[in-house]
């Protein structure tokens, strides 16, 4: 898929794509975190500062959970499975997911400056963030964590750059990555067996790509404003893009069904995180895989505006129009909201 140029790639400016329009409900909505990135991002109107949501009861109750390390506990957990520590780190990269996505938090408040450094404490000198499969490379998760951090203001910071080269040294020879022990045909069971497996193991490069996995790591790509548009970055969006809708390689949420499994802030690849990253990205929305996706958004839509997507997080009842807000950012970047 080539790279289009900027009048090609934004589509038929200005033109509304959906059926029925959620941006004022999205703006009026009782979230008031949902209203300010509404008017910000959707209306461009002046919202305020975004710290004013940092002081939200929300926001509160998730700071004060925070542990002194900057960490959060993880609740319940399986011993064979992850140490607790490890466990911690899953959830603090959960808990400052929520903070940035849902709060706008930066480096600017201390809780996003302590939990920033909890997470970088389990990068390795490779360049990796270690732990959540054990000894084994979490190529998924260094994505996940890298581009929370970068959108909570550390993209200039000399870790992320490392973590970048790490990942730019991983990739499978199409260009794109897998999780290294699932090239190996080791089964998941034994990715987080110390006793078994002591040192990480490197990927079977012949392999295909993953687009679970690909989707992941581009996450961190789309968030840093110049790694986006790198070659590597662009040829790995083009991979992402034809697996829309298509069955992954390998049998982590392999089926096709995955694809409108969803979760807001984004976890594994769906077709919202997916489309997110492409629209950031800026390939093409006229791509055919890139049009049916969105034309199935479109197809889905319900009356109240909301999408009939499957949520797999964190459920509460505003999720769903954060999935709305989320599909109409990457609306709005390829200017199909008509506004």
């Known amino acids: 898929m080539k790279k289009a140029s900027r009048s090609a790639r934004s589509g038929r400016k200005g033109r509304r794509f959906l059926d029925v329009d959620p941006v004022p409900i999205l703006a009026a909505s009782h979230n008031p975190a949902i209203a ?8 461009e109107v002046d919202a305020g500062a975004v710290s004013m949501l940092w002081d939200l009861p929300a926001a509160r109750r998730i700071v004060a959970r925070q542990n002194a390390d900057g960490s959060w506990r993880y609740p319940g957990g399986k011993t064979h499975v992850r140490s607790r520590e490890n466990y911690d780190q899953l959830e603090t990269f959960r808990q400052a997911g929520v903070l940035v996505e849902q709060l706008g938090f930066t480096r600017e408040h201390p809780a996003m400056r302590r939990a920033a450094e909890s997470l970088f404490s389990f990068q390795t000198e490779e360049g990796d963030f270690r732990g959540i499969y054990g000894n084994q490379y979490a190529t998924t998760y260094v994505g ?158 319900r009356a109240d505006g909301t999408f009939g997507l499957r949520i797999m997080k964190n459920k509460h009842e505003d999720l769903p129009w954060w999935i709305c807000l989320a599909v109409c950012r990457i609306l709005a970047r390829w200017r199909y909201l008509g506004r």
Do not use: C
Request: hydrophobic share 45%; aromatic share 10%; net charge positive.
């Open 36 to 43: 300010f990135f509404a008017r910000r991002d959707l209306l």
């Open 144 to 301: 996940a964590i890298m581009e929370v951090l970068i959108k909570a203001g550390y993209a200039a910071d000399a870790r992320i750059a490392k973590g970048f080269r790490w990942l730019l040294a991983t990739r499978q020879n199409d260009g794109g990555w897998a999780i290294p022990m699932r090239t190996l045909g080791i089964p998941f069971s034994e990715f987080v067996n110390a006793r078994r497996h002591p040192r990480a193991l490197g990927p079977d490069r012949s392999k295909p790509s993953s687009h679970l996995v690909t989707g992941m790591v581009l996450r961190a790509f789309a968030a840093h404003a110049t790694r986006r548009t790198s070659a590597e970055a662009l040829r790995a969006a083009d991979f992402l893009a034809s697996r829309l809708y298509q069955k992954d390689g390998y049998g982590d949420r392999g089926d096709v069904g995955y694809w409108e499994r969803v979760s807001f802030p984004f976890w594994f690849t769906d077709v919202v995180s997916a489309l997110d990253t492409l629209s950031l990205m800026q390939l093409p929305s006229e791509a055919p895989p890139i049009r049916a996706a969105l034309e199935r958004l479109r197809m889905i839509q």
